[in-house]
């Protein structure tokens, strides 16, 4: 794992082989200036917090299993009575997780007590959160749809990783409504039940406080808190690469039908793209020119974002056009190429209009 100082490292350096590679970094002296580093003590928290009613989560095995419901419960209490779980000397009992709660929303005194890293002011954050739980606790290997800084404010945290291309090997729980879980238990594996999880490769790391963890879209993690340890974490939306991913390839489609995908592609961090043309180029490029045309066939249909085309363009676009009628694409089948052609060339004209 590559680890850097803040002070060597640009935010054009960060985006360009970091972000857009999907690249995991701890990153150091980013939040050295952090209020929250010498703050956020026990007593000062619950005399701030002391009555404010909160939702925290136990474990009666430490595990914080989301998709064993029956394993964990969700309990209403002051938020100084959670401290006092969450510090009480650590056993084999009940383990306690105050977990992803918005700190603007939730706890906006703390929320002043921190910023975001430099090098990622320019991005639109989702979620800012708090995670702040036992000793011991363990959340079971995921991967989300977002890229995530995780900042360590108090203890440790060890982190379990496996890269994006593993996803067959880890058996997400996709027939349930958590399907970035993994269904295997990667300290007890079942290889009789997962067999591929044994070509699995982990990188384990140990994240300090102080030190921030770029951690990209579709990476998965497992994390387990060392000490009593109280995290930040910022989300910000993945970007175009980064998309490539079977789960948001296996989407592409039905966004196409509804006409959502390019409402979904100005959703993203489009970080390192001047515009539509050149993510349909990254995608005809990277092996994905179905999505290409179709980005191509939805702009047809609206009339829009055509004004980068002209019909000296159409030989490009015929090429990839004929890239997924004649490739075997598992993502679109014949019958979708076939209404997608006849919709291509009833449109055609309109390619013309910059002619």
């Known amino acids: ?22 690249r995991p970094l701890i990153i150091k002296d980013a939040v050295k200036d952090w209020p929250a580093l010498t703050l956020w003590k026990p007593d000062l928290l619950k005399g701030r917090y002391a009555s404010k009613m909160v939702k925290i989560y136990s474990s009666n095995d430490k595990w914080f299993d989301y998709t064993a419901p029956k394993m964990i419960e969700t309990i209403e209490m002051p938020f100084g009575e959670a401290l006092r779980l969450i510090h009480q000397p650590p056993s084999d009992a009940t383990h306690y997780y105050l977990a992803q709660k918005s700190l603007p929303e939730d706890f906006p ?11 990622a002011k320019s991005k639109r954050m989702l979620a800012t959160n708090l995670w ?30 496996f890269y994006p291309e593993q996803y067959s090997c880890l058996y997400p729980t996709n027939d349930s409504n958590m399907p970035h879980v993994s269904k295997v238990n990667i300290f007890n594996p079942d290889l009789d039940q997962y067999p591929l999880f044994k ?3 982990a990188e384990e790391i140990i994240l300090n406080p102080g030190e921030v963890l770029y951690l990209p879209t579709f990476w998965w993690h497992q994390v387990e808190s060392l000490d ?17 991913h079977p ?21 993203l961090d489009t970080a390192g793209f001047s515009g539509i043309r050149e993510i349909i180029e990254f995608y005809n490029e990277a092996g994905f020119s179905w999505i290409s045309v179709l980005i191509l066939s939805e702009m047809i249909s609206s009339g829009t974002g055509l004004e980068d085309y002209s019909a000296d363009d159409r030989s490009v676009i015929e090429s990839m056009v004929s890239k997924i009628a004649t490739g075997g694409n598992s993502e679109i089948s014949r019958d979708h190429v076939s209404e997608l052609l006849t919709h291509m060339v009833s449109h055609a004209d309109l390619l013309k209009l910059n002619g």
């Open 132 to 161: 702040y739980g036992s000793k011991g606790n363990i959340t079971k290997l995921h991967y989300d749809d977002a890229n995530n800084f995780l900042v360590q404010v108090v203890g440790r945290k060890k982190l379990i990783l």
């Open 228 to 244: 009593i340890a109280i995290s930040v974490n910022f989300w910000w939306p993945m970007n175009i690469p980064q998309t490539v």
């Open 109 to 119: 005194e703390m929320a002043a007590e921190i910023k975001t890293p430099s090098i």
């Open 1 to 22: 794992m590559t680890t850097i100082s803040i002070n060597d490292l640009t935010a054009q350096e960060f985006e360009r082989e970091y972000e857009l590679k999907s």
């Open 247 to 267: 789960t948001i390839t296996s989407q592409i489609w039905s966004l196409y039908e509804h006409r959502q995908l390019i409402e979904r592609l100005n959703k």
């Open 199 to 201: 070509h699995a490769v």
